[in-house]
C-alpha cells in the first residue's frame, strides 16, 4: 500500500490584477459545504506573507497584523458560494467567462470580487517590503455563509476564538456597488397557524373554516403601512408581509387548518424583543393569539455604527454618501461583537444568486482604490 | 393450447334475507373501476326472472318491466364504493363482518344495503309466479360513482339510451336513514388565481404582494351569511367556502402568486348559470375580475320534485317527514332528464366513506319494506 499524499492547492497569484484575481477564485468551485480547496488556497498564500498572524479554524482563515496599533479594523468576507444554476444557457458557472471587461461566474459579485480585494490588500500591507500603516488590520475568510445561520464560519469564531475578531471598526466586502451601506435590517419569520374543524362542504355548518379564520390576519397585514425609520441618518425601510400561506385538502371539505408564515424586516432601532412584540400587537389587532404563533427564524438588526470615528475616518476615505442596507447581513454579527461594521463592495447586491451573475472588472478595481486610500492613504 | 374459459359469476341467493344479500354483495369488492364482478352477478340474476327484460351497457345492468301501465317508477343505485381503507383496525373491509345484529364493511351504507333492497324487489316484481303491480318499474344498477362525474354509467344510460330511464319518478337508494331527501343542492368551483410581483422580502416595496391580494375576497367570504332557500317546502341551506388556499416560494420573498379555490353549494332554487352569477358578484363585491376566475367544477342542483303525483303518491307509502339533501347525488342527473327523484335508502350517510362504515340489519329492513309497501301494496 501506498499512501496518498495530501492534495496541493491550487496555486493563487495575488500579483495578478484584481480583477483577475477575482476570475481566479471563481476557477475554484466553493458552493457551501466545499469551501476546503479555496480556503487551503487562501490560507497558503496568507501564510506567505511575513507580517501577518494566520489562524485556521475550520474552513475560516484569519490573518492579523500585530503592529500594536491603537487602532484595528476587519475585513470581512465569505468564500462560499450558492449553488450553480442548473437552467440551460445559465452563465454564473465555474469556472468563470470574460465577455470583454465583465466577468460571469458563480461568486462574482457575491463575492469572490470582494474576497479578491481583500487579498490584494494582504499582499500590499502583509508583505516584507510593506510600507508602514497606522492601524492594525484582520482578514477574515470564512465558509458557511449562504446556509443556516448556525452553520457560519464567522459565528464559529465569535463562539470558539472571539478575541480574533476584536475591532474597532469592520469593513464586509458584500456587494454593495462601491457604496457604504450601513449596518441592516433584521428579520423575523413566524409561522402562525389557524385552527377549524373539518366537515363536508355541503354541510359547512357543521364546521369552522380555518381558511376563513385567516381573513382578519390577512387584511390587517393588507392594510398595514411600513415605517420608515431614521437611524443615525440613515433612512431604514421596514416591511411585514405574509409569505406563504397554505390551508385545505380537498375541494369539497371544509378546512380544518390554514398556516400563513410572515416576515418582519425592521429597522436597527429595535432589539429582537421590541420587533417581536411588534408583530404580536399587530396580531392581537387582528384577533390572533400569541399561541398560534411559533417564531422559526430571527436575526438581530445592527445599527449603521456611521458615528464611530474610526466609520467618519473610512466614509471620508471611501467618499460617496452611505445608504442604508435592507437586507440581512453579517454586519449584524459584529454589531452584536460591538464591532460598528458597514458593507462595502464590488457589484450590485441585485444579481447574487442570479444565473446571469456578473461584476465589472472597472468595479472590483475602483473598490480596491477606495480601500487602499483608506489603509495606505 | 387451450382456450381459457370465461369466469363464472359468482352466485347471489336473491332468497336471502336482505340485511344477509347486502353481506354477500359486500364481499364481492367493487372499488370503482373494479365493478365488472359484481355487474356480472347482478346480471345473471336479473336475466333468471322471467318479467324482467334486461340490458347491460359496460358495467351499468338496467332491467324493466313492460307491463304497459301509466306509471313508470325507477330504483336506481351504484354497484361501485370508494377504495378499502389502508389504517390498522379499519373494519371498512372486504369481505364484510357481522357483529351481532350491525354489518361492518366496505359499501355496507354505501350503497350495498340500497343494491340489496333493489334486488329483493326485483325477485318479488320479475318472478313467474309474482303478483301484478299498477305501476311499471326500471331497476338501474351503475359503475363509477365514486369518481369523476364523467366516468358515470348512469350518465353513459343517459347519452347512449335515454329512452331506458324514461320514467315518472325515481328513486335513489343513497343512504339517507331510511327518511325521504328530496332533491339536492348543487355544487360550483371556483380557482381564483391573484397575481403580483415577485421581490426579495428586504425590499418588499419592490413587489406586489399577491398573498395580500387576495385579503379582500378572504374577508367577504368569512363575512358572508349563507342563504336558506325553501324550494317545495323544503329549505335549502347554501355554502360559499374558500376550501383550499396556496401562496409564497420561499420564506424571503414576496409571493407573486396566490391562488384560492373556493366552493358555492346553492339551493335548487338557482340554475347553474344563476349560480354563477351569484358568485360573480360576490367575487366584484371583493374587487376580484372573472378574469381570475376558472370555473373547475359545476352540477346542477335538483329540485325535489314532491309535489308530483308519483312523488305524493311515496312519500304517503313511506311516510316520514321529507328533509332536503345537502350533498349533490345523482338526483340530479334524473332531475335533468325530467324524472322527479328523491333519495331515499337504509344507513347513515356520515358513514360514508369512513373507516368503519356499517349498517344494521334492521335498517335494511325497514327500507325494503317501506319501498314494498309502496310497490306491492
Known amino acids: 500500500m501506498t499512501a496518498t499524499p495530501p492534495p496541493t492547492p491550487v496555486t493563487l497569484n495575488l500579483d495578478d490584477d484584481v480583477a483577475g484575481l477575482t476570475g481566479q477564485l471563481i476557477d475554484i468551485y466553493s458552493v457551501s459545504d466545499s469551501e476546503t480547496p479555496l480556503a487551503d488556497a487562501v490560507e497558503v498564500q496568507l501564510r506567505s506573507l511575513p507580517k501577518l498572524t494566520v489562524t485556521r479554524i475550520g474552513d475560516t482563515v484569519v490573518a492579523r497584523t500585530e503592529f500594536k496599533r491603537d487602532t484595528r479594523v476587519v475585513l470581512a468576507g465569505h468564500l462560499d458560494t450558492v449553488p450553480l444554476p442548473t437552467v440551460e444557457g445559465a452563465r454564473a458557472q465555474v469556472p468563470g467567462v470574460w465577455?470583454?471587461?465583465?466577468?460571469?461566474?458563480?461568486?462574482?459579485?457575491?463575492?469572490?470580487?470582494?474576497?479578491?480585494?481583500?487579498?490584494?490588500?494582504?499582499?500590499?500591507?502583509?508583505?516584507?517590503?510593506?510600507?508602514?500603516?497606522?492601524?492594525?488590520?484582520?482578514?477574515?475568510?470564512?465558509?458557511?455563509?449562504?446556509?443556516?445561520?448556525?452553520?457560519?464560519?464567522?459565528?464559529?469564531?465569535?463562539?470558539?476564538?472571539?478575541?480574533?475578531?476584536?475591532?474597532?471598526?469592520?469593513?464586509?466586502?458584500?456587494?454593495?456597488?462601491?457604496?457604504?451601506e450601513g449596518g441592516c435590517n433584521g428579520t423575523c419569520r413566524y409561522e402562525i397557524t389557524f385552527d377549524g374543524v373539518a366537515a363536508h362542504s355541503g354541510r359547512a355548518w357543521k364546521g369552522v373554516n380555518a381558511i376563513h379564520q385567516a381573513a382578519a390576519l390577512l387584511d390587517a397585514l393588507a392594510q398595514y403601512e411600513p415605517a420608515t425609520i431614521s437611524v443615525q441618518g440613515l433612512d431604514y425601510r421596514e416591511g411585514l408581509n405574509a409569505v406563504r400561506i397554505r390551508g385545505g385538502v380537498a375541494g369539497n371539505v371544509i378546512p380544518d387548518t390554514c398556516v400563513m408564515e410572515v416576515n418582519y424586516r425592521f429597522a436597527p432601532d429595535k432589539t429582537l424583543d421590541e420587533a417581536h412584540q411588534h408583530v404580536r400587537e399587530v396580531l392581537a389587532g387582528a384577533g390572533v393569539d400569541w399561541d398560534q404563533v411559533r417564531i422559526t427564524d430571527a436575526s438581530s438588526a445592527a445599527r449603521p455604527g456611521l458615528d464611530h470615528p474610526a466609520a467618519v475616518e473610512f466614509v471620508n476615505a471611501v467618499g460617496g454618501e452611505p445608504l442604508p442596507k435592507y437586507g440581512w447581513t453579517d454586519v449584524a454579527r459584529f454589531s452584536e461583537l460591538g464591532v460598528p461594521a458597514v458593507n462595502f463592495g464590488p457589484g450590485d447586491a441585485l444579481l447574487a444568486h442570479t444565473d446571469h451573475e456578473h461584476v465589472d472588472a472597472e468595479a472590483v478595481r475602483v473598490c480596491l482604490q477606495a480601500l487602499r486610500r483608506w489603509l495606505l492613504g
Request: aromatic share 6%; no cysteine.
Open 99 to 180: 465577455d470583454g471587461e465583465t466577468l460571469y461566474g458563480r461568486g462574482a459579485v457575491d463575492m469572490k470580487g470582494g474576497v479578491a480585494v481583500q487579498l490584494v490588500l494582504a499582499r500590499l500591507i502583509g508583505a516584507a517590503e510593506s510600507p508602514e500603516i497606522d492601524r492594525d488590520v484582520t482578514w477574515v475568510f470564512y465558509d458557511h455563509e449562504e446556509v443556516a445561520s448556525e452553520a457560519s464560519g464567522l459565528g464559529r469564531v465569535a463562539r470558539e476564538a472571539p478575541e480574533l475578531l476584536e475591532a474597532d471598526f469592520a469593513v464586509l466586502l458584500e456587494p454593495t456597488n462601491g457604496v457604504v
